[in-house]
């Protein structure tokens, strides 16, 4: 019998957050779950000793075809996303999910907590709709959750967007009519490190989203961080 939710975790050599991140999807409450590790990096020297654990090797094709290759190996009617160096902190997030998709929402996001290295907190409270989303995303896909079953209408990620992938997403979601919910719950703690900013590489950053925007047909964006929301 499939599972109601497949959680995906891309990994990128990044153990040490890996294990936390898998302990906070094994601990959710009142969700019938499955959990693909799809390794993008080195060898993984742990192992999850728990039946609803998959390990899928990406072979280091980059974290967007990670992602897909998740989707495509996924079992659930809904499908949700942890990056490795996040962790769920709400224990009923995709129980809370599953009440929503009862409601014929199509796609369901919630709130993040900004955990910076110097030990600041600050909350990640962001609505978008489909308007709002051709300005600025404001979805942490740290705390998404999605039926499945559209993919099946929008295809995959565009790897052509390593840094805009998820905006992509989002705008192809939210125009090809599907319902978006924001749960105004807090359910994910975001690390924020020097590793995952996305300060990193402004020059092919800016090159990325103005694909983005020849994409879509977008005015002019400016480069901003989820940070900069907080």
Known sequence: MSPQFSVIIPTRNREHYLQEAVASVLTQQDADL??????DGEPLSISFNDSRVRILENEKRTAVPARNLGVANAKGEFVAFLDDDDFFIDARHLAKATTEFRQYTDFYFANG????ADGIVKLFDQN???QSLERDNTILISAVCYRRSIHEKLGVFD???????DWDWYLR???????????????????????NMSTRNEE??????????????????????????V
């Open 34 to 39: 499955e959990l693909l590790v799809v390794n």
């Open 113 to 116: 907590e900004m955990r910076f």
């Open 128 to 130: 978008a709709t489909a």
């Open 159 to 165: 790897e052509s967007l390593p840094y805009y992938w």
């Open 173 to 195: 979601v939210a125009r090809g009519g599907f319902n978006l919910h924001h749960q105004n719950d807090l359910a994910v703690a975001i690390r924020v490190h020097q590793n």
């Open 204 to 229: 092919a950053r800016r090159a990325n989203l103005s694909a983005l925007e020849r994409k879509h047909c977008l005015a002019p964006i400016p480069l901003k961080n989820h940070t900069d929301f």
